[in-house]
């Protein structure tokens, strides 16, 4: 208790109390050249009706949608760069007043451009006044009035007074009627004259710079403050006699909830910016918005998307959201390592010290010196208690100086706030007063359900102190299987403590003994870095890899729900907090909410974050997300109310074959033709798209497909789609659009087109083509068949002058041998066989002389003719042979039709070298048999005495060689088709004719 008493003594005299509350301000962004701002000087701002913010510089017009800038230069039609002025008419034409090159109206096309020579008063424009069916022009030196009919310019003469003092500082209407007041030649009424427009004045004070309409009354900006005054007493020529404020406003624009800001910049000093007009006073709100600048000229509410655009005159655009949903607090560029407490009891842990709001008595700061005091004299005072590293406490250095302290966690206990360190642990009240100090090095601590402190050491265990401040622990080994190691996080259930492990997976501590979810073999995943506990026993577990658990302990352990790394965003979840039935995942890259299956995504994309997370803590309805340089405030149930937006698309930029289309097909930067028909060298598409909707909230990506059967192509944070060389055909293109904001997938079909098939695929080109070709198919046909026909003729005959020639040899050898035969006949002196013999010989020269001259015969002719033969051959063998013709064939031998004579040489051989005299029974048997529908077979055999080879050879060189050559000669002649067989039984000769049918 000593040591205790010590503190008290110590803080009581030496703790700095402050009272200020930080300055917090709302996100903003600041725009610049470097963004694609054309110049960083603005004169001039507009939200037109369909969104588009335009800005007018000193350099060019700019438009900015979806955070994306394009330019407009004297070379894209507009009359002068230096644009001062900017409206919309009621037919949504924009209007840009040149500061010295007149007036360039955009139609949505093309911009026309009116100068003095038009009819304006002056080229150099200060103000445009939208007033019924006319342009009112406040020029640099009097007023003209512009037709939205006939787009025809007048000036109003008696508005002229050659004086560089008479510029338009600006217009308002009272009670329907119009008014105008210039900077130093007094205020007018504009009233109409018979059609033609006069000037009264009603006021000759001055100097104005602007002028604007407050309820009833207006407010004057003079040389350094703001003038109000009843509309009533300044139309009746009373001068302002109510000041405030010490710059030059020149322009004044409404907030969300009907606010007024009036925008400041001074040419005498640097107190101008962004004011709140309250309380007939203006409340700076430079800070609050996060705008650097203090010469504001221009401002525009984006209603909308709750967007307020500040155009300055050195540092370009601001874009400040007044949706309320985040705040953000600097906190002096301090790093914050942890946000704890209650709503009211607020703990703030930086690289600089703990603060500790209250929200009734004020800021209490305990810097980086004031822990290490602390732990100096606990060293110095009680060195016997100091734990040794030996004892199985992780190593501890008393030396670090005060700048190297380095916190790890903050934690909100027992109505104080307890931070671990790499100087110990400590307990601080709620006023910033040290309660205890523990001098142990841990990197994760928590607190058991009955309030214990739970001290972890990455390789030696985990103390559970019953008595922090005198000591008292409960030590649990790493010896120990379930002993927990190397944990990342403690977090608190009802009755439970649950543990992550970088390594060795989940655990708990059940208020008696620690187990092992890994070990015990329930869950084997190792590697996790956070967890948070939900309720009822379900837990949040982020692993190191980046997946996520949604996981049931009791009464069984059960993997309810589990978000793959590729359905979260970054590299590894940070941190994990609820609120109500909605899970919040800090991941590197943004906030993902996690509810009723939906995964909608805040980002970095649409400048709300712009720093990294180092700490994040959910009290009551507030999300703190620490960060590198202060901390953001999101105001949770703003947030998850927002409504999802409805996306769209239009096409911004086609190009065809890299060459733009026609500008006539497009209005508003937004292409509105109808189906795209293209050519067949037309092939090539590139079309660049934007979002439409209220999308400062969306972060979004893009994939597509051109057939509705085609598979989607990858996702892409580009929305442009290149189609490089495309077949043929019609083409629906379908883009399918991811809001990472809603989480949801719309699907819109963005352009159709088709591309004509080529002349040579189309359909005329395809028939003409084919008559071509049938006719030059036709004509080589013919041509081919005439000189096929030609060629089988010139064959024909000569193959039928060969089988003359053949036939003219084998007539003298049949001839030859039937004289040999009659002058046997004659030298055995038998004159009755000789005659017999003559008068059939010369029947049988008679029809083979009629056979010679014919190409073919019927089988019919030849079996006759060979009859014939065999009887004239037979008689000279006494008629002792007995021959037969025979075969299936012999059935149509008055169809068939064959080449002739084709077998008699086979049987004049058999008579000639068969049989011997003194053959005891010669025989010889011929038949035709029909071997297939073209093709017939003929066996001549015989019961001979075969053939020696010397008689084989002599034959060979004659009759059969004749056969042999015929057969080549004619169709289908293979070498099988000629066989013979010689053996003891005699002689067998096999002949395969092709054959046709008379």
């Not at 007018?188 to 604007?212: A, M, R």
């Amino acid at each position: 208790m000593g040591f205790i008493k010590i503190l008290f003594l110590f803080f009581l005299t030496a703790l700095v109390f402050s009272f200020s509350v930080e300055a917090q301000q709302i996100p903003s962004f600041n725009f610049t050249t470097a963004d694609g701002l054309p110049n960083n000087s603005i004169r001039s701002l507009l939200i037109d009706s369909r969104g588009i913010l335009w800005i007018g510089t000193e350099n060019g017009v700019s438009k900015l949608e979806n955070g994306v800038f394009q330019n407009f230069y004297e070379s894209d039609g507009l009359g002068f760069n230096s644009c001062w002025a900017i409206a919309e008419d009621k037919k949504g034409n924009v209007w840009f007043g040149s500061y010295g090159g007149g007036i360039s109206v955009f139609d949505g096309q093309k911009f026309h451009v009116f100068t003095t020579a038009d009819g304006l008063a002056d080229n150099r424009i200060r103000h445009f006044y939208p007033y019924q069916n006319k342009m009112l022009i406040g020029t640099e030196d009097g007023v003209s009035i512009a037709d939205l009919e006939t787009f025809e310019i007048s000036s109003i003469l008696s508005s002229i007074e050659k004086s560089e003092l008479n510029y338009t500082a600006g217009f308002f209407e009272v009670d329907d009627r119009l008014f105008y007041s210039t900077y130093r030649s007094g205020s007018y009424e504009i009233v109409w004259e018979n059609e033609v427009p006069q000037t009264i004045k009603i006021n000759d004070w001055l100097p104005i710079y602007s002028v604007s309409v407050e309820n009833d009354s207006l407010l004057l900006a003079d040389k350094g403050s703001v003038k109000k005054i009843s509309s009533v007493d300044f139309i009746l020529g009373k001068a302002p006699s109510h000041s405030f404020g010490q710059s030059i406003f020149w322009k004044s624009v409404e907030g969300l909830k009907g606010e007024k800001y009036l925008l400041a910049a001074s040419t005498f000093s640097k107190d101008g910016g962004v004011f709140l007009l309250k309380d007939g006073q203006m409340a700076p709100q430079n800070e609050w918005f996060g705008v650097t600048s203090n010469f504001i000229l221009s401002g525009a509410l984006d209603q909308k998307r709750e967007l307020l655009y500040l155009g300055s005159h050195d540092k370009g655009l601001f874009q400040i959201r007044l949706d309320e949903v985040i705040f953000y607090e600097e906190l002096d560029g301090a790093e914050v390592k942890g946000i704890a407490g209650e709503e009211s009891n607020l703990g703030i842990l930086s690289n600089q010290g703990l603060e500790i709001r209250d929200s009734l008595e004020g800021t209490n700061q305990v810097e980086l010196g004031d822990f290490k005091k602390v732990q100096a004299a606990y060293f110095r005072d009680f060195p016997s208690k100091i734990p040794k590293h030996m004892d199985g406490f992780f190593e501890l250095d008393p030396s670090i100086s005060a700048k190297d302290i380095e916190f790890y966690e903050l934690h909100f206990e027992g109505n104080s706030f307890w931070t671990n360190t790499n100087i110990g642990i400590f307990q601080l009240d709620l006023k910033g007063v040290f309660l205890a100090y523990l001098p142990v090095h841990a990197f994760s601590i928590g607190f058991t359900p009955d309030g214990k402190l739970l001290e972890t050491n990455p390789y030696a265990g985990v103390r559970i102190y019953s008595d922090p401040k005198n000591f008292v622990f409960t030590y649990f080994e790493p010896t120990d299987s379930s002993t927990p190691l190397q944990i990342s996080k403690v977090v608190k259930g009802k009755t439970r403590n649950y543990l992550a492990s970088v390594f060795h997976g989940l655990y708990h501590w059940d208020g008696e003994n620690f187990f092992s979810y890994k070990n015990e073999g329930i869950w084997d995943e190792s590697k996790f870095k956070t967890l948070h506990y939900l309720k009822d026993g379900v837990l949040l577990a982020g692993t190191e890899f980046g997946d996520l658990y949604q996981v049931k302990i009791k009464p069984n352990f059960e993997i309810l729900k589990k978000w793959p790394k590729e359905e979260l965003e970054g590299e590894s979840i940070l941190f994990i907090e609820s609120y109500q039935e909605t899970i919040l995942v800090v991941a590197e890259l943004g906030l993902h909410i996690l509810k009723d299956g939906e995964n909608r995504f805040w980002s970095e994309g649409n400048k709300s974050f712009k720093r990294v997370f180092k700490s994040a803590a959910k009290i009551a309805d507030q999300l703190y997300l620490g960060l590198d340089k202060g901390f953001y405030i999101i105001n949770l149930p703003k947030l998850l109310a927002q409504e999802y937006p409805p996306l769209g698309l239009v096409v911004t930029e086609l190009k065809v074959n890299n060459k733009p289309v026609n500008a006539d097909n497009f209005n508003w930067f937004a292409y509105q033709g109808e189906k795209l028909l293209l050519t067949s060298k037309e092939n090539s598409l590139s079309i660049r798209f934007k979002p439409t909707g209220k999308l400062n909230e969306a972060k979004l990506r893009y994939h597509y497909r051109i057939k509705p059967d085609a598979e989607w192509t990858a996702f892409s944070e580009e929305p442009l789609v290149e189609l490089p060389y495309l077949p043929s055909g019609n083409y629906q293109l379908e883009v399918e659009v991811l809001d990472y904001f809603s989480g949801k997938l719309t699907q819109i079909s963005l352009l159709e087109f088709s591309i004509a098939k080529p002349f040579y695929l189309r359909a005329w080109f395809i028939i003409s083509m084919i008559c071509l070709l049938a006719a030059m198919v036709f004509v080589l046909y013919r041509t081919r068949l005439n000189r096929i026909r030609s060629q089988s003729q010139l064959k024909q005959r000569l193959t039928e002058i060969k089988l003359e020639a053949l036939q003219s040899q084998m007539n003298p050898h049949f001839t030859f041998n039937a004289i040999n035969s009659i002058q046997y006949f004659i030298l055995k002196n038998d004159t009755t066989q000789a005659l017999a013999f003559l008068g059939k010989f010369s029947k049988l020269i008679r029809i083979t002389l009629e056979q010679s001259s014919k190409s073919q015969v019927s089988l019919e002719e030849e079996i006759s003719y060979l009859s014939q033969y065999i009887e004239v051959e037979n008689s000279r063998m006494d008629h002792r042979m007995k021959w037969e013709i025979n075969g299936d064939a012999l059935e149509r031998q008055k169809e068939i039709m064959i080449p002739p004579m084709l077998i008699q040489p086979l049987v004049e051989n058999v008579f000639v070298h068969a049989f011997p005299a003194e053959h005891p029974n010669p025989e010889l048997m011929i038949s035709y048999e029909i071997i297939s529908s073209t093709q017939l077979r003929c066996i001549v055999q015989d019961n001979g005495v075969g053939m020696h080879q010397e008689s084989q050879n002599r034959h060979d060189s004659k009759g059969l060689k004749m056969i042999r050559e015929k057969l080549s000669l004619l169709p289908g002649y293979r070498e099988n088709s000629f066989e013979i067989r010689s053996d003891a039984r005699g002689y067998t000769v096999r002949v395969v004719i092709f054959y046709g049918e008379n």
